[in-house]
């Protein structure tokens, strides 16, 4: 691969009216990620030198994602939307002092592969000036059409409302991803002008002005969901199926055995090991990570980032989870452990072997190796103010339906009798019982009945 240093140019100043949100469009999400992230993500897995996001005006919210995502990239404010080669001219600081390929590519399109980027620089490596990534298109109304020699060689981009009948008929489209391998390219797209269909600064006729300096234009190819654009929730939707279909067959390809891919829904950045079993229907929000042969069982809702915390979620090797189980950020499950179902566990480490098996919630608290929790067990880890910490040993035992209340102790070995409330702490080895004296009565319930059964009083 190129050994030239390689500037990445991340156009994301459209406003996305159509997306009708108070959110601009690049914040919205595909994979749990920002479809910015995904092209910052993509540009930092090319090696790029040095990346230039061009924004728009009052994108403070962008400029924080590029931040937080990609703290290195310079950011450009492009003031008025004049078209996609004005876009470009926004970052001309970068550019200009730049020595090396560059690549244009747009922030609302997130699906784009590494591969294909690394054939268009592959191209300019080849010699080309420019190199455009092109696609079939299986409608191509609306896009910039490839308008190649005899050659195969890139002659011009036509924008389709500038475009004769018969280069409509071409269907070889521009995604709008663009290479450049040229000297003074600031001052090649200075030379662009707006006298076309829409007043615009158009960038693919750099191809033109290029050709004209006797440069060599080349085209790349991919499939079109590669080059998806998102303007609209619809297509916001596409992208993600798209997305969600390929990381399934990532996953399998992997060793993920999936028996309904189609019901399990990924994030970004979704991790497994080998010979992990995943039944219908289960949601992986974003910083899970799976260890090797655990099984998910089906309707489970498991996510490591959250609105609040980003504490992330580990699944240790040969643990089984659900049905319907909810596991939230923080949690660290060891080897072998089970979460049967209705089980809510949060912020909690449960250390190799313990079990928690139906309708309990675990939060904040260490729950040593080997322990037992049992049904109906609730962890009281807030008291409207804060949030406590309950601390299990090794090997207890809690009898079903208790509540314990944090903070608290219980020491390794010990017991919890049933239907215990516990709110000090339990020494190891120790029973701990917390419940009123069972009373009997013996033939109560007989004389109870014949008393009902007589006659009504009155
Ligand atoms: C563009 C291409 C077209 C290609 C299509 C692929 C141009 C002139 N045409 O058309 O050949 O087939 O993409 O989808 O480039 N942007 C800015 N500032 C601007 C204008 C645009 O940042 O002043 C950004 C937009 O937010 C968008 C991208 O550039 O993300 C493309 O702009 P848009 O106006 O949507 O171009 P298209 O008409 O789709
Ligand atoms: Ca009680």
Same mark, same amino acid.
């Given at each position: 691969?190129?050994d030239?240093?390689?500037?990445?140019?991340?156009?994301?100043?459209?406003?996305?009216?159509?997306?009708?949100?108070?959110q601009?469009?690049?914040?919205?999400?595909?994979?749990?990620? !920002?479809?910015? $992230?995904? *092209? @910052?993500? /993509?540009? %930092? +897995?090319?090696g790029? #030198?040095?990346? =230039?996001?061009?924004?728009?005006?009052?994108?403070?919210?962008?400029?924080?994602?590029?931040?937080?995502?990609?703290?290195?990239?310079?950011?450009?404010?492009?003031?008025?939307q004049?078209?996609?080669?004005?876009?470009?001219l926004?970052?001309?600081?970068?550019?200009? !002092?730049?020595n $090396?390929? *560059? @690549?244009? /590519?747009? %922030? +609302?399109?997130?699906? #784009?592969?590494? =591969?294909?980027?690394?054939?268009?620089?592959?191209?300019?490596d080849e010699?080309?000036?420019?190199?455009?990534?092109g696609?079939?298109?299986?409608?191509?109304?609306?896009?910039?059409r490839?308008?190649?020699?005899?050659?195969?060689?890139?002659?011009?981009?036509r924008?389709?409302?500038?475009?004769?009948?018969?280069e /409509?008929?071409?269907?070889?489209?521009?995604?709008?991803?663009?290479?450049?391998?040229?000297?003074?390219?600031?001052?090649?797209?200075?030379?662009?002008?707006?006298?076309?269909?829409?007043?615009?600064?158009?960038?693919?006729?750099?191809?033109?002005?290029?050709?004209?300096?006797?440069?060599?234009?080349?085209?790349?190819?991919?499939?079109?969901?590669?080059?998806?654009?998102?303007?609209?929730?619809?297509?916001?939707?596409?992208?993600?199926a798209?997305?969600?279909?390929?990381?399934?067959?990532?996953?399998?390809?992997a060793?993920?055995?999936?028996?309904?891919?189609?019901?399990?829904?990924?994030?970004y950045?979704?991790a497994?090991?080998?010979?992990v079993?995943?039944?219908?229907?289960?949601?992986?929000?974003?910083?899970?990570?799976?260890?090797?042969?655990?099984?998910?069982?089906?309707?489970?809702?498991?996510?490591?980032?959250?609105?609040?915390?980003?504490?992330?979620?580990?699944?240790?090797?040969?643990?089984?989870?659900?049905?319907?189980?909810?596991?939230?950020p923080?949690?660290?499950?060891?080897?072998?452990v089970?979460?049967?179902?209705?089980?809510?566990?949060?912020?909690?480490?449960?250390?190799?072997?313990?079990?928690?098996?139906?309708?309990?919630?675990?939060?904040?608290?260490?729950?040593?190796?080997?322990?037992?929790?049992?049904?109906?067990?609730i962890?009281?880890?807030?008291?409207?103010?804060s949030?406590?910490?309950v601390?299990?040993?090794?090997?207890?035992?809690?009898g079903?339906?208790?509540?314990?209340?944090?903070?608290?102790?219980?020491?390794?070995?010990?017991?919890v009798?049933?239907?215990?409330?516990?709110?000090?702490?339990?020494?190891?080895?120790?029973?701990?019982?917390?419940?009123?004296?069972?009373?009997?009565?013996?033939?109560?319930?007989?004389?109870?009945?014949?008393?009902m059964?007589?006659?009504?009083?009155?």
């Amino acid at each position: 691969m190129s050994d030239r240093s390689l500037l990445i140019v991340i156009l994301a100043a459209g406003k996305g009216t159509r997306m009708k949100s108070a959110q601009p469009k690049v914040l919205h999400k595909v994979a749990g990620r !920002s479809m910015l $992230g995904h *092209v @910052l993500a /993509l540009s %930092a +897995d090319m090696g790029a #030198t040095s990346i =230039a996001v061009v924004v728009g005006p009052g994108m403070d919210d962008v400029r924080s994602e590029v931040g937080l995502l990609a703290p290195d990239a310079r950011i450009f404010e492009q003031s008025e939307q004049k078209g996609t080669g004005d876009a470009v001219l926004a970052a001309r600081d970068s550019i200009a !002092s730049h020595n $090396g390929d *560059v @690549l244009v /590519l747009y %922030a +609302d399109t997130p699906l #784009t592969r590494k =591969a294909s980027l690394e054939a268009m620089r592959g191209a300019l490596d080849e010699g080309a000036g420019v190199c455009v990534l092109g696609f079939e298109a299986a409608d191509p109304t609306g896009y910039g059409r490839l308008l190649t020699g005899s050659d195969g060689a890139l002659m011009a981009i036509r924008e389709h409302k500038d475009a004769s009948p018969e280069e /409509l008929s071409v269907s070889l489209c521009n995604s709008g991803v663009m290479g450049f391998r040229i000297d003074d390219l600031a001052g090649l797209l200075d030379r662009i002008g707006n006298d076309n269909a829409k007043g615009e600064y158009y960038l693919p006729d750099a191809v033109e002005i290029a050709r004209g300096e006797g440069l060599h234009a080349s085209v790349v190819t991919c499939p079109e969901d590669e080059v998806l654009g998102v303007n609209s929730r619809g297509q916001l939707a596409t992208a993600e199926a798209i997305w969600q279909q390929r990381a399934r067959g990532d996953a399998m390809a992997a060793g993920v055995t999936m028996v309904a891919p189609e019901t399990v829904w990924l994030s970004y950045d979704t991790a497994f090991g080998c010979d992990v079993v995943v039944e219908p229907n289960v949601y992986f929000g974003p910083g899970v990570r799976v260890e090797d042969n655990v099984h998910i069982r089906a309707n489970c809702y498991l996510e490591g980032f959250d609105g609040k915390s980003r504490a992330g979620l580990r699944i240790g090797r040969g643990t089984s989870v659900g049905p319907f189980a909810r596991l939230r950020p923080g949690t660290k499950l060891g080897q072998d452990v089970h979460i049967g179902n209705f089980v809510e566990v949060k912020n909690a480490s449960m250390e190799d072997g313990a079990k928690a098996n139906h309708l309990t919630y675990v939060g904040d608290a260490r729950v040593g190796p080997g322990a037992n929790i049992g049904a109906g067990t609730i962890f009281c880890n807030y008291d409207g103010f804060s949030k406590n910490r309950v601390d299990v040993g090794a090997g207890v035992f809690i009898g079903s339906n208790s509540a314990l209340v944090a903070p608290l102790m219980i020491g390794d070995g010990a017991y919890v009798a049933a239907g215990s409330t516990i709110t000090s702490d339990v020494e190891g080895d120790a029973l701990a019982i917390e419940r009123s004296a069972q009373a009997e009565k013996p033939q109560w319930a007989a004389h109870y009945r014949i008393k009902m059964s007589g006659p009504k009083p009155g």
